[in-house]
Every structure is written in C-alpha cells, then in structure tokens.
C-alpha cells in the first residue's frame, strides 16, 4: 500500500514534483492551505474587501467559490458570484442551475449577466451573424461583462478560476506565437481605473488537484465541454505540455516561474500598450477596442 | 509533377511557411540570398573585417564556411577557420580531416586549438576523472576556447553555424525551464573589452534548408553524432518543435521573432548579470567563471 507522507494512511495522490503522497484528507487540507498562502504570497486580498467571483458552475470556479467562502468570515469578504450568460442552447442552462444551488448552499448572492441583455445577441446569434469563431467572441464580450458586472456590483477584485495548466498554456502559447502583447497583458492584474484588478488563487494549482479537491470535497462540478470548444492550438499546447510534465516533474512551475521572473522587464510595454478606446473609453490595446470593433461588425452584418 | 515557383522546373523543394517551391539552382540562389540578408538586417560584418568562423565538421559549420567565402573578396574579408579539438577518441579525428581539406579548397587558413593543449586535459580525460557529463565540460570549455581563439588571432567577430532550429530549441529550453539567465546570455552578441561578439549568419535557416543546401551543393559535410550526445531534455524539445511546425508551418519563426521582441526589454538585465571571474578576469555572471570553477574541481580530482 502506498501511504500518506503525513498520517500514514492510504494515500490517493502522488504529488510527483515534490514526492509528497496524500490520504483524502490531508490532500484537501493541502491544497486549501496551498491556494491560501497563494493568495497571502501574492496579497490577492485585503480584510473587508468585496470580492466578485467568476463563476462557470465548472470544477475550477466552484473549487475557488467554496475556498474563498471559507475566507470569508475570517477576513470579513463580501462575495458575489458572477455568471456570464453567453447565450449557448442546451449548455448553459444546466451550468447556471448547478450554481445557482451551489451559491444558495453556501449563501453567496449569485448575480447573472447575459450577452443577449448587454450585448443585443445571444453567442449562438453572433456565431450566425458572422464567419468568426465562437471563441473570438465569447473571449473578448466575457472579459468585457466580467469587468463591467464586477465594477457594477462595487467590487474592489475580481476572482477567477484559472489554474496552473490554463496559465501556463497561456504563457506557452504566447511566447510560440511570439505575441508580446498578450504575453504581457496576462500578468497584469494591477487595475486601472476601469479595469478591477483580477485575482487567480488557483494560479499554482495543477487542474489535476483541482479535479481531485473538487471530487473529494463533493462540489457538484461539471466536466461537460463547451460545445464549441475547439481551440485547436491550445489542445496542441495542452497536450504538449501535458507529455513534457509527465518526464520532467515540475516543469510547469518552473514554466510559471520564468514568466513571472521575465515579467518586471516588460513593465514599460505595458505603459507603452493600454490606452482608452474611441468609441467606448475602455482600456484598449488599439484605437477602439475589440468588443466595440466585434460589435460595429455584427450590426453591419445583421 | 510540382514545379519551381521560379523557373517552373521540377521543384525539389517545398517551404512550407511561405507555400514557395523551389528546384535545386533556385533553392540554392534564395538560400545563399537569404542568409546574406540576414547578415544585412542584423548588421553582422562590417568591410574588411577579419572574421574567425567556428568550424566543427558538420553541415552547419561548412555551409557557414562557404558562403561567407563567397562574399569575403566582394567585402574584403579575412576570414579564419577555428576547430576545437576536444579529444573525444574516434569522432574527432576524421572531422578535422574534413575540415581541413574543405579549408583547403577554399583557401582558407585553419587554426586547431585542444582542449588538452589549453586546459591540461582531453574531454575524454575530463569525463574520466568526474561525474559530470560530458555536454557540461564541453559546453563551457568550448565556449571560452573559441573566445580565446578569436582573440588570440585577432578577429573582429566570431560566426557560428546556429540555425533556426538550434536557436529555438534554446530559446524554448530556457522558457520552459524558467531560467532567464540563459535567455538572456542567448541573445547577446554585443560583445566586450573580453568577449569577441558573436554572430549567427544562419539563425534564420531552418535545419532542414542547411541539410539540403549541404547536399546540393556538395558540403562533405559529416551528419555524423557526437558519441557523448544524449541531451535527453533538447531532444524532447526538439521532436517536440518540430511536430509543433508541422501542424502550423512557420512557428519557428514566430518563436524566434517573439524572443527577438522581447530581448530588447531584458537589456537592464544583461547589465546586472555579466562582472568579472575573479581568478581569470573573463566576463562571468557569478564571482568566478565556470571554467574556473570546473578546471579547480578537475584539478582537485586528479
């Protein structure tokens, strides 16, 4: 029998990257006390702060909810979970009702916003409209309705659910596609005046331990896909990293620390790159920014 | 049959990144015209410079030979064949052979500088007295000798046969590995007061057009491996970079042009890495050199 590194107990994961084995229960003690020193490393929160949470009703932002609602006594948080209603037929539903039963379960008020009210379509209807591809929609008007709805609900951060792999496969394919840009955007969660500083405590957490913690601690997570998930190149990237770990232990920390050694120096690219969008005032990489570009080519071609 | 986009002939060549065919004469033209623009937009030689070429034997290497003596009458260029002689037993000795004669047919002086003669003991001899492997010694010692070299017999630059897919691999190693160190030092070619500057005339030629450039044009150039090549980590990158440029045609590039965007922010860097070795004096990002450093502990071993 292999055993829990702790209490000698059989152990049900093998953290390669250290040799630690864990038994059930101190996995999950593990793990909560390893996304709260995340958290303290980074001074993602504040006492008293009222925080927004991203909430899909997937593992990762379930997992985060639950973390955070444990805080929030002792910290004395305010949370508000925020779903985005992209508008997508027989998925959506069922997600927004899971959290919905999760947020009541755990008394955190849960706030929807819907692309169809604040954007006139639905992402179905904008995928009909247009030859682009959902995720160019769905990325650009969700980080937009994400920022909006946490600035409206007075929030001071906005919590996502991003775990380790998201963000290294992130890293990873910026730096493939040699896209500064959003290489350096990534890391920024300094705010603006417009823009809620974003907070990731999953960021050091492998989705394989969020998986396991979500299962262990019974969140009633769903695995369904995205229906038009396909992200051919992140699958790519995914898969690639995924083969590299498994040979190399710990090769995403230290994809995740490189990056955030290499982000200091690109501190004046930043400066250089946001300024505000003609059309809207929102913080813009370019003249006018995506949403009101992707919005001015949907009501011409509706 | 697939043609040449050039002259219509049948195409022996397809690049893929840019949808160009080319047949042997005009594979050969853009391949010769492609590196000199690369020496052109990097500004890498300068008329009448005397240019110390670092010589191994293989493909790259004499490809590089042969195309900067191509131009060295135009540019009045002295140009300065250096091979470094490890001592590894029945390698080393047949490609220098084949150096030399290939030196010889295009006039071109060539010096042999041992690692036995310069620090006391043959690669083989190294391997022997430590634990280390064989790629550490000869990393750092092969480095420092052809610096020596260049110095020694004057040469303004120092040209190495990198291509597109050694520079890749590197800048990719040291994403993943986080070592931004590495990065950096990858990336320097300014030179020194010690350090003669480097250039890469072929960084921008995939490994696979030097291959067929070789051949076509009749390089008696060795594909031969060195018999201590394991690298069991670059050749996983490797495989991996190129199923990667398989499925997006021209990710090489982008890799390479990303790295480019991002060096220039890393300057401040630079400036904080690079003192002096405080037993030899040469440029070294810690209080002594590794060469010292390794030279004291074979010292220390035998």
Redesign the interface.
């Known amino acids: 029998m292999v055993s829990c590194s702790i209490c000698g107990k059989r152990a049900c994961y093998h953290r390669r990257y250290s040799g630690q084995r864990f038994c059930a229960e101190h996995f999950v003690e593990y793990f909560e006390g390893k996304v709260k020193k995340t958290m303290l490393r980074y001074r993602m929160l504040a006492r008293g702060e009222r925080i927004g949470v991203a909430v899909s009703g997937g593992k990762d932002s379930l997992t985060l909810l639950r973390i955070l609602s444990k805080l929030a006594e002792k910290l004395n948080l305010e949370l508000r979970a925020i779903l985005i209603d992209e508008g997508i037929a027989n998925y959506r539903k069922e997600t927004v009702e899971r959290a919905r039963r999760f947020c009541r379960e755990l008394g955190i008020p849960l706030e929807v916003f819907s692309f169809k009210e604040h954007f006139a379509y639905t992402l179905d209807e904008m995928v009909k409209l247009s030859r682009r591809n959902a995720c160019t929609f769905c990325g650009v008007f969700r980080r937009k309705l994400l920022n909006d709805a946490a600035r409206e609900l007075g929030c001071e951060k906005l919590a996502t659910g991003h775990n380790l792999d998201d963000e290294v496969q992130a890293i990873?394919m910026?730096?493939?596609?040699?896209?500064?840009e959003r290489?350096v955007r990534l890391g920024i969660d300094a705010g603006s005046e417009q823009l809620v500083p974003r907070i990731k405590p999953l960021m050091e957490m492998p989705e394989k331990e969020v998986a396991l913690y979500a299962l262990l601690s019974g969140i009633p997570a769903s695995f369904d896909e995205c229906p038009y998930a396909e992200q051919s190149?992140r699958t790519?990237v995914r898969e690639?990293i995924n083969?590299?770990e498994e040979?190399?232990p710990g090769?995403k920390f230290?994809?995740?620390?490189?990056?955030q050694?290499?982000l200091p120096?690109?501190k004046?690219?930043q400066a250089k790159a946001l300024r505000n969008c003609k059309t809207c005032g929102e913080p813009s990489s370019g003249e006018r920014c995506r949403a009101c570009l992707l919005l001015e080519e949907l009501s011409r071609a509706a």
Request: net charge positive; no cysteine.
């Open positions: 990873v910026n730096y493939l596609r040699g896209d500064l290489l190149f790519e690639m083969r590299l040979n190399n090769i230290s994809i995740l620390r490189g990056y050694k290499l120096y690109l004046t690219y």
